[in-house]
């Protein structure tokens, strides 16, 4: 009996050929079970992109606190240096400046020092 069929018989493959054939040629990436997965995959790589941006923004805005704590230190140490006398009117704008700027006043470590002078001196 002749057959009239037009496909050859095909030799059989080990597993790991046909999987580095299939994985070499792309043809894996049309396989129906891999095309389920593309709006999972496209997901993660969106998310992974976000992740990456917003690390790059967090890195500006570290480097922004950096410089405006140099710029302020800097600033004090100036006023320091100088011994300058603020004015009350003017201190409050400076304050006022540096609150617009996220800097805020930090009084956990505050602390007063008084000299009291001995009772006898008081007389």
Same mark, same amino acid.
């Given at each position: 009996?002749?057959?009239?069929?037009?496909?050859?018989?095909?030799?059989?493959?080990?597993k790991?050929?046909? &999987?580095?054939?299939?994985?070499?040629s792309?043809? &894996?990436?049309?396989?129906?079970?891999?095309?389920?997965?593309?709006?999972?995959?496209?997901?993660? &790589?969106?998310?992974?992109?976000?992740?990456?941006?917003?690390?790059?923004?967090?890195?500006?805005?570290r480097?922004?606190?950096?410089?405006?704590?140099?710029?302020?230190?800097?600033?004090?140490?100036?006023?320091?240096?100088?011994?300058?006398?603020?004015?009350?009117?003017?201190?409050?704008?400076?304050?006022?400046?540096?609150n617009?700027?996220?800097?805020?006043?930090?009084?956990?470590?505050?602390?007063?020092?008084?000299?009291?002078?001995?009772?006898?001196?008081?007389?």
């Amino acid at each position: 009996m002749i057959t009239t069929s037009k496909q050859e018989p095909k030799e059989p493959k080990t597993k790991n050929e046909s &999987f580095w054939k299939q994985l070499l040629s792309g043809d &894996f990436l049309f396989a129906p079970e891999t095309v389920r997965w593309y709006p999972y995959i496209t997901y993660v &790589f969106l998310l992974m992109i976000l992740i990456v941006l917003n690390e790059q923004n967090m890195e500006a805005k570290r480097q922004t606190i950096k410089q405006l704590e140099t710029e302020y230190k800097q600033t004090i140490s100036a006023l320091k240096h100088n011994n300058l006398y603020i004015l009350y009117e003017q201190d409050q704008e400076l304050k006022q400046m540096l609150n617009k700027r996220g800097f805020e006043k930090n009084e956990k470590h505050a602390y007063k020092v008084v000299v009291q002078t001995p009772k006898e001196d008081a007389e």
